[in-house]
């Protein structure tokens, strides 16, 4: 008699037992004999072997398979949570209490002596999706929240959206980043902004319509950018009555596929040829508030008139990928446009003399090109500028901003991923400022990177 079926045996008598004291039924000490001359392939290990749970006596029970796992609840929303941080380590020639520079001061007023800053970007949020749908659209929202650049604590998004796929229509509510102007970001290691790139978030509301490869998106609401804002002061009458209407068409070709590095707002994504034009037109109201800055510069001034300025922004979109490459490239012209982060964040000019306002022309645009040799390691270069055409010699600075007219940059970079929540970069840059009243400067620095995310 094979020795492990004997010793099978016995370790099924004692289950038998301990389960018929459990189950209060008299347990049977005596295993089933076992056929005399058991076939030797018949004999299983012992670390094999089912051991029942039922008593020895009790009737065999025909297995029964696993249960498959219950299906979610198509009411019950689903709710993925995300995060990223990112640690950028800089070297230059003037660091401003760990904020990246984004103009280069004057040759005449810079103290060339290089620094190192740490400088930190960070969100984190969750997204929602509720399966069933409701009258033919799914719910779906998000909520994030983000420290940037000047330690500044703010909700980046918080946003409903309702879809209906067979239709291709999307309703958006809520406070948004980039609803339609400038989509996309360029991969520059610290924030875009101040050379040819505008950003922009929006609370309102936004419907977009799908027609093939063509989508057409139009909103309402009010542009800001609170990240480097100052803290909100109520003001009386500092808003217009009607908010920015804004409005984008966008092409494109799915079958043309490349990845968009990630940027300081957000990771790489995949994106197909692109082609689109957007813009946005409304009111700049001016005065509220502008009386203690201009009497500072101008004891003599008349009270800054409230008013409403004509504001306009036009902006085209192109991403083209072909193999590792990938060029995306943006460009905008506008009046008023520092509500978007045009002209330098420069606000509309006031006459000390009547009060009354005049907004900046600007222009702008960036061009980057990729490449991705392998999927861990990516090649970026990027130049971009940002101009103001029209404004600058009209009366003086609400605030007493120096005038900049024009500013540029250049950056070259490096980054390799580790996995899908690590990557480490080096980014090498240059800007290049002219000031009508103060001459041209120019500045040199580097960039070390570590993202997180998950």
């Given amino acids: 008699m094979d020795l492990r079926f004997l010793l099978s045996t016995a370790l099924v008598s004692v289950v038998s037992f301990a389960s018929a004291v459990a189950w209060g039924q008299p347990a049977q000490t005596t295993p089933t004999p076992p056929p005399a001359d058991p076939p030797a392939t018949d004999a299983a290990p012992i670390d094999a072997a089912p051991v029942s749970s039922l008593p020895v006596a009790a009737a065999p029970v025909p297995a029964t398979p696993p249960s498959a796992p219950a299906s979610p609840d198509p009411a019950k929303p689903v709710v993925k949570v995300f995060g990223r941080v990112q640690l950028s380590v800089g070297v230059d020639p003037l660091n401003q209490g760990d904020v990246p520079e984004f103009v280069a001061p004057p040759e005449s007023v810079l103290k060339r002596e290089w620094n190192s800053s740490f400088m930190v970007n960070g969100a984190l949020g969750a997204a929602f999706t509720v399966p069933k749908p409701i009258a033919g659209f799914t719910i779906k929202g998000m909520f994030g929240v983000g420290v940037y650049i000047r330690r500044i604590l703010s909700v980046s998004q918080a946003i409903i959206e309702l879809e209906n796929a067979d239709r291709g229509l999307k309703i958006t509510v809520g406070k948004m980043i980039v609803p339609t102007i400038n989509t996309s970001f360029p991969g520059s290691f610290q924030y875009p902004g101040f050379y040819g790139n505008l950003a922009y978030s929006s609370t309102g509301a936004k419907i977009s319509k799908a027609l093939g490869p063509i989508t057409a998106e139009v909103g309402a609401g009010r542009p800001d950018f609170p ?38 707002l957000s990771g790489p994504v995949q994106a197909p040829f692109t082609l689109s034009v957007s813009g946005a037109v409304g009111k700049l109201r001016v005065g509220p508030g502008e009386r203690a800055g201009v009497v500072v510069q101008q004891p003599t001034a008349v009270d800054p008139v409230t008013e409403d300025l004509n504001s306009y922004v036009a902006s085209a979109e192109l991403i083209i990928p072909v193999g590792g490459f990938v060029l995306l490239s943006e460009a905008y012209t506008g009046r008023g446009t520092n509500l978007y982060l045009g002209g330098f964040r420069q606000r509309p000019r006031i006459d000390p003399m009547t009060g009354r306002h005049k907004a900046l022309g600007t222009t702008g645009g960036y061009a980057q090109l990729s490449y991705a040799p392998t999927k861990a390691w990516t090649l970026l270069v990027l130049g971009g500028m940002d101009r103001v055409h029209s404004g600058l010699g009209f009366g003086i600075a609400v605030d007493g901003a120096a005038r900049i007219e024009s500013n540029r940059f250049l950056a070259g970079s490096v980054s390799r991923t580790f996995g899908p929540g690590l990557k480490l970069g080096l980014q090498v840059h240059q800007f290049r400022t002219t000031y009508p009243d103060l001459g041209t400067g120019t500045m040199l620095g580097a960039i070390g990177d570590l993202v997180m995310s998950f």
């Fill in 227 to 264: 990240f480097i804002a100052q803290e909100i002061t109520p003001l009386p009458q500092a808003n217009p009555p009607l908010p920015f209407f804004e409005g984008r068409l966008v092409y494109r070709n799915p079958k043309l596929k490349g990845e968009v590095p990630g940027s300081a």
